[in-house]
């Protein structure tokens, strides 16, 4: 069992930039697959992306591929989200959670055990 702890997040204008990290306590959350999601006021939950515990397999929705990336640090128990271009349909509260299960769909919110609390990103002029 882990507690990830989202932070980071922030007021940013469009155009610009965040990173937000995804950490907790537990040295038994470096072997956790690890996801990005957000929920923006009035929609659905959002698959973001997500990376394995060693890092080498990462895999983003559409929708902000090629302006979000994620890392992690192993040694610090964190994993980042890197957010650029930061557009206005990105405002929303960013989730990471974490899971071991195998198989599925890593989009899957259903698959991911361990939730944290939710950092707000607000892009705004």
């Known amino acids: 069992q882990v507690q990830p702890v989202e932070s980071g997040g922030g007021l940013v204008k469009p155009g610009g930039s965040l990173r937000l990290s995804c950490a907790a306590s537990?040295?038994?959350?470096?072997?956790?697959?690890v996801g990005w999601f957000r929920r923006a006021p009035g929609k659905d939950r959002e698959f973001v992306g997500q990376?394995?515990?060693?890092?080498?397999?990462?895999s983003y929705a559409d929708s902000v591929k090629g302006r979000f990336s994620i890392s992690r640090d192993n040694a610090k128990n964190t994993v980042y989200l890197q957010v650029n271009s930061l557009k206005p349909e990105d405002t929303a509260v960013y989730y990471c959670?974490?899971?071991?299960?195998?198989?599925?769909?890593?989009?899957?919110?259903?698959?991911?055990?361990?939730w944290g609390q939710g950092t707000q990103v607000t892009v705004s002029s």
């Open positions: 537990e040295r038994s959350f470096n072997v956790f697959r």
């Open positions: 959670a974490a899971t071991l299960r195998l198989g599925g769909p890593d989009s899957d919110p259903s698959k991911y055990d361990y």
């Open positions: 990376i394995s515990w060693s890092g080498r397999s990462t």
